[in-house]
């Protein structure tokens, strides 16, 4: 069950009352109040490479580090870097975590890297009738309202 904000938030979004939110309602279409997007990842931190995380928290151990590496790219996508359990835990709290990570994003690292980072999940895009990745589609919806 949704939260009721949330409903809220996607009922302003498509300018409609929603009886049951449907995966369908958190998907940006045409008709909508505005351009928005919900971010697939579990958290704007999935988002950061894995090499550029080793060199930006340098708490995180050679163990934490060989564990995280075996990841597949759909685990990292919802891994919970300030969790408890010791092997998702990177040595830093959540306050840091929502502090440190965004800084992150303003270092020096390629967009190819990124873009490397998202390639595994894509989403169709009807215009183009083909499917792209979750960064190009963010950027064509920013290129929309620019």
Request: negative net charge.
């Amino acid at each position: 069950m949704f939260n009721k904000s949330i409903k809220s938030i996607i009922e302003f979004f498509k300018q409609k009352d929603i009886a049951v939110i449907k995966p369908t309602d958190y998907q940006y279409e045409h008709t909508d109040r505005f351009i928005w997007h919900i971010l697939y990842k579990r958290k704007i931190e999935n988002y950061i490479p894995l090499n550029i995380l080793f060199q930006n928290i340098t708490s995180i151990s050679d163990q934490q580090k060989s564990y995280l590496t075996k990841k597949g790219n759909d685990e990292l996508d919802f891994i919970e870097y300030g969790g408890r359990d010791g092997q998702f835990n990177i040595g830093i709290g959540e306050t840091k975590i929502k502090e440190q990570f965004p800084e992150i994003f303003l270092s020096a690292f390629s967009y190819r890297d990124l873009e490397e980072r998202c390639k595994h999940h894509k989403v169709y895009l009807a215009e183009a009738n083909e499917e792209i990745s979750e960064l190009e589609q963010i950027l064509l919806k920013v290129a929309k309202i620019v």
